[in-house]
T-cell receptor, first 115, second 120 residues
Framework: LAKTTQPISMDSYEGQEVNITCSHN???????ITWYQQFPSQGPRFIIQ???TKVTNEVASLFIPADRKSSTLSLPRVSLSDTAVYYC????????????????FGQGTILTVHP | GAVVSQHPSWVICKSGTSVKIECRSL??????MFWYRQFPKQSLMLMAT?????????EQGVEKDKFLINHASLTLSTLTVTSAHPEDSSFYIC????????????????FGDGTRLSIL
């Protein structure tokens, strides 16, 4: 499974755009890149997923360069409620078998939004 | 859509008790569900992969006789912590992937809201 590296923490202010970059140098051909958000004492919440280039939905954008060895989650105009841990995951690898689709969570990025 | 319900959300019990946690996919079918454990200020750690109609696959270091997993239907997986002890106290989270072609790999996992287990 591809390993991911993210900054441990980031700080921002309300109304600013936040970009969180994730490195995944050994991403496999069949792997997708997925970002999750987690608040304390809750399960992770799906934010966005992509394979290459750019993906945008109502809450975020995901930028993936051509070599796919990194990705950047962009949160426009953050608010206090965006304070959370953000996880970048790569997979699920098309490994087949009985653990098909499993993901490995890294440490994530603690985003703190200040007033 | 893609809602995963986990029950109970919080449980406190005495040491030696067995505790069952349910994970249900409410609006989709899930051939595969996953069980994670999360300690305070740490990331999620995968415990096992639950496959409908077959035995679960456990990660290295996870005792299968301690953490019993049953995935009897396409919408329900259960995790039973047997003879729980204080060191089993943790936040347990399940996730589910929408069933589909095994080689169609871009279905994201959808997570429940977790179960806080406290063993006294």
């Amino acid at each position: 499974l591809a390993k991911t590296t993210q900054p441990i923490s980031m700080d921002s202010y309300e109304g600013q755009e936040v970009n969180i970059t994730c490195s995944h140098n050994n991403i496999a051909t069949n792997d997708y890149i997925t970002w999750y958000q987690q608040f304390p004492s809750q399960g992770p919440r799906f934010i966005i997923q992509g394979y290459k280039t750019k993906v945008t939905n109502e809450v975020a954008s995901l930028f993936i360069p051509a070599d796919r060895k990194s990705s950047t989650l962009s949160l426009p105009r953050v608010s206090l409620s965006d304070t959370a841990v953000y996880y970048c995951l790569v997979g699920p690898s098309n490994a087949g078998g009985t653990s098909y689709g499993k993901l490995t969570f890294g440490q994530g990025t603690i985003l703190t939004v200040h007033p | 859509g893609a809602v995963v319900s986990q029950h109970p959300s919080w449980v406190i019990c005495k040491s030696g008790t067995s505790v069952k946690i349910e994970c249900r996919s409410l609006d989709f079918q899930a051939t595969t569900m996953f069980w994670y454990r999360q300690f305070p200020k740490q990331s999620l750690m995968l415990m096992a992969t639950s496959n409908e109609g077959s035995k679960a696959t456990y990660e290295q270091g996870v005792e299968k006789d301690k953490f019993l997993i049953n995935h009897a239907s396409l919408t329900l997986s259960t995790l039973t912590v047997t003879s729980a002890h204080p060191e089993d106290s943790s936040f347990y989270i399940c996730s589910a992937r929408i069933s589909g072609d095994r080689f169609y790999s871009n279905q994201p996992q959808h997570f429940g809201d977790g179960t806080r287990l406290s063993i006294l």
